[in-house]
């Protein structure tokens, strides 16, 4: 019995041969690859400016800091990958938690409260949903930032717009588990705003104006040139694997419909297309359900069994306890992520299905 991961990047040979084209021909540092890759995702997302680092989490932090939040408040969800908390640390600012919304995981814009130390928020498009743009500016005003943190959810749209456009700024991982990788770490900043563009493109450089100037304390957060080169083809097939991703949801929300004890996630409409970065279920037996799967050669994963606002460091510099987030804190005991990527094929998605099935028929 073959097993199933809960995820798989693909590589193919034309994606070796981008990257061994790029070390023979090209800078390694910010050769030739890195502008067209650049230029071809700001197309993709439908920004003027696109500019590549060194992972995600450096998008988020040069984006905090290029948009001047340092010492003051950035809202954000507790229901995410610690990366989106830390950034605003990193940035010098303060983490502030709004819970998360029972309906679709992400920052619920009820829960969201601004004060006047508040600079900007910072919504995570959660396993590839995109969150309530529209709510969560009404919810801020004109005068608070929005960095979409974009990391899970490369190409999905919301009311007719790719996730990156929405917001004064949007962030990327290109992480291997990502929807679309470059063969390792990376990252990437959409923007409309040439000031902001430019500020993040000195400071992933080391600050520099040019060669031997530099006039801000930047970092050493480029992306690699053959990184780039797959990134470029990875993003060709983008659409397509993504639309592969759908039909797999769809097939696991058909095949599970009926099973009672198992909540299936947002599945999207006519405003809002995701991408499925990841299949989460919610059920009250969450660690027996991955333990069954385990046993019949399925993994799966728990994205996020401790919320950001319990992590001891947060607990330490913050003094967030129990109960502070709820939502959240519920999710995070309840939420299981199924097995999906685009290589994935039906008979698998059926394997998967029958499991659940059986765990669920077999109990009194």
């Not at 920052?107 to 959660?126: C, F, N, Y």
């Not at 770490?185 to 400071?203: C, E, F, P, S, W």
Request: aromatic fraction near 8%; hydrophobic fraction near 35%; include cysteine.
């Amino acid at each position: 019995m073959n097993k199933i991961p809960t995820s798989r990047p693909t590589v193919t040979e034309e994606m070796i041969e981008a990257m061994s084209d790029a070390l023979r021909n090209e800078r390694m540092v910010l050769g030739e690859s890195v502008f067209k890759f650049e230029d071809e995702f700001a197309r993709f997302v439908g920004t003027d400016h696109a500019i590549s680092v060194s992972s995600g989490t450096d998008a988020l932090i040069l984006s905090l800091l290029a948009l001047n939040v340092r010492g003051r408040e950035v809202v954000t969800t507790p229901l995410s990958f610690i990366a989106t908390a830390n950034a605003i640390v990193h940035a010098g600012a303060t983490p502030v938690f709004a819970d998360s919304s029972p309906q679709d995981y992400n920052l619920d814009p009820q829960e969201i409260r601004v004060g006047k130390e508040t600079a900007a928020v910072m919504p995570v498009h959660l396993f590839g949903y995109p969150s309530l743009m529209d709510e969560i500016r009404e919810a801020v005003g004109e005068k608070v930032k929005i960095i979409e943190d974009a990391c899970q959810a490369h190409g999905a749209t919301y009311k007719g717009k790719k996730v990156g456009s929405i917001g004064d700024v949007g962030c990327f991982s290109f992480y291997p588990t990502k929807n679309m990788t470059v063969g390792g770490d990376g990252g990437m900043v959409t923007t409309n705003d040439k000031r902001l563009a430019d500020d993040i493109r000195k400071l992933r450089d080391c600050g520099r104006t040019s060669r031997y100037i530099h006039d801000v304390f930047g970092f050493t957060s480029r992306l690699n040139t053959a990184n780039a080169a797959v990134g470029r083809v990875q993003l060709r097939h983008l659409s397509d694997w993504n639309e592969r991703r759908r039909r797999i949801a769809r097939r696991y929300a058909e095949k599970l419909k009926d099973v009672e004890e198992v909540r299936l996630p947002p599945m999207g409409g006519r405003e809002i297309t995701p991408v499925f970065h990841l299949f989460v279920v919610q059920t009250d037996d969450r660690d027996e359900l991955a333990k069954h799967l385990l046993a019949n050669g399925i993994e799966t994963g728990v994205h996020y069994p401790v919320p950001i606002h319990l992590q001891p460091v947060y607990r330490d510099a913050f003094g967030f306890s129990q109960g502070s987030y709820p939502e959240s804190e519920r999710q995070s005991g309840r939420l299981l992520s199924l097995p999906i990527f685009p290589a994935m094929n039906d008979e698998d998605v059926d394997r998967v299905c029958d499991s659940i099935i059986e765990h669920y028929g077999g109990k009194e």
